[in-house]
Nanobody, 119 residues
Framework: QVQLVESGGGLVQAGGSLRLSCAAS????????MGWYRQAPGKQRELVTT???????NYADSVKGRFTISRDDAKKTVFLQMNSLKPEDTAVYYC?????????????WGQGTQVTVSS
Protein backbone atom coordinates (compact mmCIF):
# COMPACT_ATOMS: atom_id res chain seq x y z
CA GLN A 1 0.00 0.00 0.00
CA VAL A 2 1.42 3.37 -1.03
CA GLN A 3 1.01 6.39 1.22
CA LEU A 4 1.80 10.05 0.62
CA VAL A 5 2.03 12.02 3.84
CA GLU A 6 2.15 15.80 3.73
CA SER A 7 3.38 18.12 6.46
CA GLY A 8 4.28 21.76 6.94
CA GLY A 9 0.99 23.55 6.46
CA GLY A 10 -0.26 26.20 8.84
CA LEU A 11 -1.22 29.81 9.35
CA VAL A 12 1.05 32.59 8.14
CA GLN A 13 0.75 36.31 7.51
CA ALA A 14 0.83 37.71 4.01
CA GLY A 15 4.40 38.04 2.81
CA GLY A 16 5.54 35.11 4.92
CA SER A 17 6.88 31.70 3.98
CA LEU A 18 6.03 28.07 4.49
CA ARG A 19 7.68 24.83 3.43
CA LEU A 20 5.58 21.80 2.65
CA SER A 21 6.91 18.25 2.56
CA CYS A 22 5.43 15.08 1.15
CA ALA A 23 6.97 11.68 1.84
CA ALA A 24 6.04 8.58 -0.12
CA SER A 25 6.18 5.15 1.45
CA UNK A 26 5.11 1.61 0.68
CA UNK A 27 5.68 -0.58 -2.32
CA UNK A 28 7.45 1.70 -4.82
CA UNK A 29 9.71 0.63 -7.66
CA UNK A 30 10.27 4.16 -8.93
CA UNK A 31 8.78 7.63 -8.76
CA UNK A 32 8.13 9.54 -11.95
CA UNK A 33 6.55 12.96 -11.62
CA MET A 34 5.62 14.48 -8.28
CA GLY A 35 3.67 17.62 -7.73
CA TRP A 36 1.45 19.85 -5.66
CA TYR A 37 -2.15 20.82 -6.27
CA ARG A 38 -4.42 23.03 -4.20
CA GLN A 39 -8.10 23.51 -3.64
CA ALA A 40 -9.60 26.66 -2.18
CA PRO A 41 -13.12 26.69 -0.71
CA GLY A 42 -15.72 26.66 -3.46
CA LYS A 43 -13.14 26.17 -6.19
CA GLN A 44 -11.83 23.26 -8.21
CA ARG A 45 -8.53 21.62 -7.45
CA GLU A 46 -5.78 23.27 -9.49
CA LEU A 47 -2.21 22.50 -10.41
CA VAL A 48 0.43 24.42 -8.48
CA THR A 49 3.65 22.80 -9.65
CA THR A 50 5.19 19.53 -10.81
CA UNK A 51 8.67 18.07 -11.07
CA UNK A 52 9.75 15.11 -13.18
CA UNK A 53 12.32 12.49 -12.25
CA UNK A 54 14.65 14.36 -14.59
CA UNK A 55 14.22 17.53 -12.58
CA UNK A 56 12.07 19.41 -15.07
CA UNK A 57 9.63 21.73 -13.33
CA ASN A 58 6.34 23.36 -14.24
CA TYR A 59 4.58 26.13 -12.32
CA ALA A 60 1.19 27.77 -12.42
CA ASP A 61 1.51 31.39 -13.50
CA SER A 62 0.08 32.53 -10.17
CA VAL A 63 3.01 31.09 -8.20
CA LYS A 64 5.95 31.59 -10.57
CA GLY A 65 8.81 33.37 -8.88
CA ARG A 66 7.37 32.75 -5.41
CA PHE A 67 7.15 28.95 -5.07
CA THR A 68 9.90 26.40 -5.63
CA ILE A 69 9.47 22.64 -5.92
CA SER A 70 12.28 20.19 -5.22
CA ARG A 71 12.64 16.49 -4.55
CA ASP A 72 14.90 14.12 -2.65
CA ASP A 73 14.68 10.80 -4.43
CA ALA A 74 16.65 8.95 -1.78
CA LYS A 75 14.02 9.94 0.77
CA LYS A 76 11.11 9.67 -1.70
CA THR A 77 10.14 13.18 -0.67
CA VAL A 78 8.99 16.27 -2.53
CA PHE A 79 9.12 19.76 -1.08
CA LEU A 80 7.33 23.02 -1.81
CA GLN A 81 8.98 26.21 -0.64
CA MET A 82 6.40 28.98 -0.64
CA ASN A 83 7.60 32.57 -0.29
CA SER A 84 5.82 35.91 -0.48
CA LEU A 85 2.56 34.22 0.36
CA LYS A 86 -0.69 35.98 -0.47
CA PRO A 87 -4.19 35.53 0.98
CA GLU A 88 -5.25 34.02 -2.35
CA ASP A 89 -2.78 31.18 -1.73
CA THR A 90 -5.06 29.97 1.06
CA ALA A 91 -6.15 26.42 0.22
CA VAL A 92 -5.73 22.77 1.05
CA TYR A 93 -2.53 21.64 -0.63
CA TYR A 94 -2.37 18.09 -1.97
CA CYS A 95 0.69 16.11 -2.89
CA UNK A 96 0.52 13.97 -6.02
CA UNK A 97 2.89 11.32 -7.33
CA UNK A 98 3.02 9.11 -10.41
CA UNK A 99 4.58 5.91 -9.12
CA UNK A 100 5.62 2.57 -10.55
CA UNK A 101 4.98 -0.47 -8.39
CA UNK A 102 3.61 -4.00 -8.78
CA UNK A 103 0.28 -2.45 -9.79
CA UNK A 104 1.91 -0.67 -12.73
CA UNK A 105 2.04 3.11 -13.11
CA UNK A 106 -0.52 4.80 -10.90
CA UNK A 107 -1.36 8.24 -9.56
CA UNK A 108 -1.48 8.67 -5.80
CA TRP A 109 -2.68 11.55 -3.63
CA GLY A 110 -1.88 12.70 -0.14
CA GLN A 111 -4.54 13.61 2.39
CA GLY A 112 -3.93 17.33 2.06
CA THR A 113 -2.53 20.00 4.35
CA GLN A 114 -4.19 23.34 5.09
CA VAL A 115 -2.37 26.56 4.25
CA THR A 116 -3.98 29.76 5.49
CA VAL A 117 -2.54 33.18 4.67
CA SER A 118 -3.94 36.11 6.63
CA SER A 119 -3.95 39.65 5.30
Amino acid sequence: QVQLVESGGGLVQAGGSLRLSCAASGSIFSINAMGWYRQAPGKQRELVTTITNGGNTNYADSVKGRFTISRDDAKKTVFLQMNSLKPEDTAVYYCNALLHNEMGYRNYWGQGTQVTVSS
